[in-house]
């Protein structure tokens, strides 16, 4: 197996995925933090928008796949409305 040979392999094989996650988020955000200042404002929003985009998205579609409707009849109305 490739991660036995490797340094990342026995550090990997040493952390639960909860912690290489976390280890993982955070490394990105210091990434990103370190790019922020050096990139235009322009692809900082364009970045942003996309990442939410996707988000918002996923969220969306999970949502209704749910079975969200109300288990209640309608008001029987009378003539009157």
Do not use: C, Q
């Amino acid at each position: 197996m490739v991660g036995e040979y490797a340094p990342i392999g026995w550090a990997l094989g040493a952390m639960s995925k909860h912690k290489l996650g976390l280890a993982l988020g955070r490394f990105t955000m210091g990434m990103v933090g370190l790019m922020k200042p050096l990139l235009p404002r322009r692809v900082i929003k364009a970045m942003d928008d996309r990442f939410f985009g996707a988000v918002f998205h996923v969220t969306r579609v999970t949502n209704d796949n749910y079975d969200s409707s109300t288990k209640e009849r309608p008001a029987n109305l009378d003539e009157s409305g």
